[in-house]
């Protein structure tokens, strides 16, 4: 069992978790995620690692309360466990590999869209704590939805809060704020790591291709059991069958196909839908299990 330290709302319907974890917690890296359970019988939530202390032997996750598990799961206070907590899973960011002279000298940008932005604060504190700095952007829909402002504040180079509606921050979407940045306040980067809706990094991407700045993206289709044998986080990128969850979670942005991403997603969703996408993609449906051919 795996004990909640702390369990707050971060705001409506945005839940933070810290939870002993200290084998996940020891091993984990910014980008990578976890699976969790709530019971022997619940259903399996993959969630994005916001932060850790491998000191603490804790890990902190965020969620949003979307269907009835995560719902449920937002009822549950400090002292409560989860029967699972399975991790790291997933590749860790490209930046932690990288030559921390080189990394120093690039300039970064991240886009943070909603919850996106938890799994965006890992990766610019990590940054911070080896010296590098980069520019972040956070977006939301308003400003009671904005989340991790005052942390994020503190790890960034430069904090760029936007909401839809104008109600803080500059109005308009974060693709307004990228295109500002760069054609209207000097900017220029390097690279560019978008984390959120799809439909959002869909858009941001779309703006980068423009302004030739490289993109990656963190994708979070449905999956199922985290380990490349389900099939269920089947993406095409560059025109090649990935699997989210152990050739990802981030890819190269401009080569990912969005489209037909947010529609497998929602044909998964059901019974009929799933076996529609079996028999349309053949051996490739699956991913590593070794049985089906999709891992050739």
């Not at 960011?93 to 932005?117: C, N, P, R, Y």
């Not at 990656?216 to 985290?226: A, E, F, H, Q, R």
């Not at 044998?229 to 969005?258: I, Q």
Request: charge should be negative; aromatic fraction near 6%.
């Amino acid at each position: 069992m795996f004990q909640i330290l702390e369990a707050r709302e971060l705001t409506e319907n945005i839940y933070l978790m810290v939870v002993k974890a200290p084998r996940v917690a020891k091993a984990c890296q910014p980008g990578q995620f976890v699976i969790v359970r709530m019971d022997e019988e619940g259903e399996r939530i993959p969630l994005t690692i916001c932060d850790y202390d491998r000191g603490a032997g804790t890990v902190t996750i965020v969620f949003q309360g979307v269907g009835a598990e995560t719902k449920r799961m937002a009822a549950l206070r400090a002292c409560d466990s989860f029967h699972d907590f399975a991790g790291p899973l997933g590749c860790a960011s490209e930046l932690i590999s990288e030559d921390k002279t080189v990394l120093k000298q690039k300039k970064i940008l991240f886009v943070a869209g909603g919850v996106g932005t938890a799994p965006v604060y890992p990766q610019v504190k990590w940054l911070h704590e080896n010296g590098v700095a980069a520019d972040v952007i956070v977006g939301a829909k308003t400003r009671d939805l904005l989340i991790l402002e005052e942390e994020m504040r503190a790890v960034a180079g430069n904090l760029y809060v936007t909401t839809d509606d104008g109600s803080y921050g500059r109005s308009g979407m974060v693709t307004q704020t990228i295109q500002d940045l760069v054609e209207k306040e000097g900017k220029s980067y390097d690279v560019c790591i978008a984390i959120g809706p799809m439909i959002m990094m869909k858009f941001v991407c779309k703006m980068t291709e423009q302004l030739h700045i490289p993109t990656v993206v963190s994708l979070n289709p449905i999956m199922v059991d985290g380990t490349g044998m389900c099939g269920a986080c089947r993406v095409t990128v560059g025109g090649e069958v990935k699997f989210a969850c152990v050739d990802g979670p981030e890819f190269d942005g401009h080569k990912v196909d969005f489209d037909q991403a947010m529609k497998r997603q929602q044909i998964y969703k059901t019974a009929e839908g799933r076996a529609m996408l079996r028999a349309q993609e053949g051996d490739t449906h699956h991913g590593g299990c070794g049985n089906c051919g999709g891992d050739r």
